[in-house]
């Protein structure tokens, strides 16, 4: 058996500093700063959750679905309950092919990560919050390419920009939650990021799901229109405006 190499001082003094800082995040006690309900659709999100039902948040964009959808379940785990962790899963509809992009799993999802890494900073007021909380175990972020043969136990697991997956994608990410576990979709039935696709099969699945959805007694189904949009005036605007021609134009 090889004989180990001894560490110099320098690279044990680096491994001390490297632990004293793990612990430090280890021991980080977190603070999510409060918020309620803007608007009448984010008050019956609300109401649901806190009645124990999985959801679908379906809507307007800029609503603030996601947003919520992660601020109750990123308290829900805070409290140390049954929940031990946040699952975030979101579609890669650019990337239907990305196996076959180069780098690690981590490389090819840091690109859609981003937004939640935003939310959650916001929601701790620190610009660590969400490294800090991966580290611990208390987010994980997967994009729909991967996860087949995985099992959420004893995670509230949030799939947003569900309109640009597949009903397959949508069937498999639901027959992952495992035990003590619970599920929030979120998305938008007027945006489709597939619909350029000319193949049928890859044409959002997200309106058939929602039928067998209505149909589970466990599941609410909360409507976000364009009086629940929380956003710049202007998104109101052009988001009126351009519904208003697609309508015009169908």
């Known amino acids: 058996m090889a004989k180990q190499r001894k560490l110099s001082r320098k690279e044990k003094r680096r491994m001390e500093r490297d632990q004293v800082h793990m612990m430090g995040i280890l021991n980080t006690k977190f603070s999510i700063r409060k918020i309620k309900p803007l608007t009448p659709s984010q008050a019956d999100l609300f109401e649901s959750y806190n009645e124990g039902y999985n959801l679908a948040a379906i809507g307007t964009a800029g ?25 975030i899963i979101r579609s890669a509809v650019q990337t239907r092919e990305q196996g076959f992009m180069p780098g690690t799993q981590a490389q090819k999802e840091a690109v859609f990560e981003a937004p939640y890494t935003d939310i ?23 994009t729909s390419s991967f996860v087949r043969g995985l099992t959420f136990d004893n995670a509230i697991i949030i799939v947003d920009e569900c ?25 938008d039935t007027k945006q489709d990021d597939l619909a350029t696709n000319r193949n049928r099969a890859d044409i959002t ?16 189904v909360v409507r976000f229109g364009i009086n629940d949009i929380v956003r710049s005036g202007l998104v109101k605007e052009y988001i009126m405006a351009k519904e208003q021609i697609l309508e015009d134009v169908a």
């Open 120 to 142: 959650v900073n916001d929601l701790f007021d620190r610009k660590d919050a969400y490294n800090l909380m991966k580290s611990k175990g208390m987010i994980e972020f997967k």
């Open 163 to 187: 309109q640009s997956m597949t009903y397959h994608e949508l069937d498999s990410i639901i027959t992952r939650v495992g035990q003590s576990s619970k599920i929030i979709f979120c998305g």
């Open 205 to 220: 699945g997200l309106h058939d799901f929602l039928k067998v959805l209505y149909a589970i007694p466990s599941f609410d």
């Open 63 to 87: 609503t603030g679905k996601t947003m919520c959808a992660t601020y109750l379940a990123l308290n829900d785990v805070l409290q140390k309950g049954e929940y031990e962790k946040v699952v």
